[in-house]
């Protein structure tokens, strides 16, 4: 079955770094668009990342642009964000998603686990 | 970027009750709008996408209408399992693809 598996998250002091991952299994992985989620804690999801299927294109939410960068590796069915120079704001559970582009659009399905990012002193 | 308001944010609701939670967009997206349900400690499951179109394996009593910047999420006769926070999020054009704030769908 279609599965996506997030890990990498932890505690980082701020100023910090942090690579999360996502695993991808029971699908082409190389034919879907990917895209990372995140939810802090008790708020609403914020779309943060989103990055073509061949991997040349990307797209990052203002509020994290210069310092996350999404890259994949479609060799090894995997997804990444690369986290600099963490925030206190920036802890949240973050969510890896396939995202399906259809001629009404894109939404995104699965959804990973998530993997708690914690940033803190 | 393109704004998305849920209303009510919160609803308290019974078992059999029709629940309608609304989204409008603060531009034009033409049916670009998918719904979401996610559960405590859960990942958020897509509902409805396209504005109309129904997931694989979602009950039918879910149903999405709306065009433009008004869209509706409809729970035809709400079971108890789908007590949980909606969300809608747009995909209009190149992201960024923004969420509603959330519905909190409570029993009362």
């Known amino acids: 079955q279609v599965q996506l598996v997030e890990s990498g998250g932890g505690l980082v002091k701020p100023g910090g770094s942090l690579r999360l991952s996502c695993a991808a299994s029971?699908?082409?992985?190389?034919?879907?668009?990917m895209s990372w989620i995140r939810q802090a804690p008790g708020k609403g999801l914020e779309w943060i990342s989103y990055i073509s299927n061949s991997g040349t294109t990307l797209y990052h939410a203002d509020s994290v642009k210069g310092r996350f960068t999404i890259s994949r590796d479609n060799a090894k069915n995997s997804l990444y964000l690369q986290m600099n120079s963490l925030r206190v704001e920036d802890t949240a559970v973050y969510y890896c998603?396939?995202?399906?582009?259809?001629?009404?659009?894109?939404?995104?399905?699965?959804w990973g686990q998530g993997t708690l990012v914690t940033v803190s002193s | 970027d393109i704004q998305m308001t849920q209303s009510p944010s919160s609803l308290s609701a019974s078992v059999g009750d029709r629940v309608t939670i609304t989204c409008r967009a603060s531009q034009t997206i033409s049916s670009y709008l998918n719904w979401y349900q996610q559960k405590p400690g859960k990942a958020p499951k897509l509902l409805i996408y396209a504005a109309s179109s129904l997931q694989s394996g979602v009950p039918s009593r879910f149903s999405g209408r709306g065009f433009g910047t008004d869209f509706t999420l409809t729970i035809s006769s709400l079971q108890p399992e789908d007590f949980a926070t909606y969300y809608c999020q747009q995909s209009y054009s190149t992201p960024p693809y923004t969420f509603g704030q959330g519905t909190k769908l409570e029993i009362k």
């Open positions: 998603a396939r995202a399906t582009v259809g001629g009404t659009g894109k939404w995104f399905d699965p």
């Open positions: 029971g699908f082409t992985f190389s034919n879907y668009y």
